[in-house]
């Protein structure tokens, strides 16, 4: 019993899904996906090889409708399911069986659809799909707007206690994602879903050139992970003296770290180290 949206961001092609609920762990049983494939969100008295067997299908060459369809003839209880399926493409379908516990529903739109069971009313479902139309930023912020809307529209009238937001590519390997993100448990899930999602941002700027520095600390990350953005930020940029001036405090504190920035340096993480690391 949950509120949920599956999602395509056409700019990048990438598929993603987010959930809610007052339901233990619902980010970990509620979503399944597949690079180039597509995402798959199954939930109420939820079966959970509706996932990957709809998956299978979609990679198959069926269209969402056609697996969901295909799914739901060989599943005697499909009554209390609630299933919706979006494609690499963007297409999408989804089911709210009648056993579902009320209020109970779903809106499918252009490269989304937004369901819910256990909620306040349809302004809940209604709410993901209007929100993420007109929210900013890149598809787990869209999607985290999704989610924030259905809460504001009323969300899972028995309270509030797991979130997750999942994000893969257009392509890639069965295993890869692009953001991977859960609360199990925790009194508001969604504040603790967008602090995480924050650091992800953060950790995924580290290294890069331009603006590294600015989103690490705007996400609130630990001193240590500062300090590292930095150093990475004076490497890329080439301005060596800098980075040996970042460099030299850690290994006056912790000599070991020089192992592990020549092991970053050997994997290609670190530019310029023979000149950044002091000589022993």
């Not at 395509?8 to 339901?23: F, I, L, N």
Request: charged share 25%; glycine share 12%; hydrophobic share 45%.
């Amino acid at each position: 019993m949950t509120y949920s949206i599956v999602a395509r961001d056409p700019e990048s092609g990438q598929v993603g899904a987010a959930v809610q609920s007052r339901a233990f762990r619902a980010g970990a049983v509620v979503m399944w996906s597949a690079p180039g494939v597509g995402i798959v969100a199954s939930q109420a008295f939820s079966e959970r090889s509706y996932g990957p067997l709809g998956l299978e299908l979609m990679r198959s060459g069926k269209t969402p409708e056609q697996a969901l369809a295909a799914l739901r003839v060989a599943d005697p209880q499909a009554g209390s399911r609630q299933v919706a399926m979006l494609a690499a493409d963007g297409s999408a379908d989804a089911f709210t069986g009648a056993d579902c516990i009320p209020a109970a529903g779903h809106l499918v739109g252009e490269g989304v659809s937004a369901q819910a069971n256990c909620v306040e009313g349809p302004a809940v479902w209604e709410s993901m799909v209007e929100a993420f139309g007109v929210a900013p930023g890149s598809l787990a912020r869209r999607l985290l707007a999704a989610l924030e809307a259905a809460e504001a529209a009323g969300g899972d009238w028995r309270g509030r206690q797991a979130a997750g937001i999942r994000v893969v590519a257009a392509e890639g390997q069965p295993w890869e994602t692009v953001c991977d993100l859960r609360v199990d448990d925790h009194p508001d899930p969604l504040g603790e879903l967008g602090r995480l999602l924050g650091l992800h941002e953060g950790y995924e700027a580290i290294g890069e050139v331009d603006g590294s520095l600015e989103i690490a600390r705007d996400a609130g990350m630990d001193e240590l992970d500062l300090r590292f953005a930095e150093i990475f930020d004076a490497a890329r940029a080439g301005e060596v003296e800098r980075a040996r001036g970042l460099v030299a405090p850690l290994l006056a504190e912790e000599p070991r770290w020089r192992e592990y920035f020549l092991a970053l340096a050997g994997h290609g993480y670190l530019p310029h180290a023979d000149e950044v690391l002091p000589e022993e």
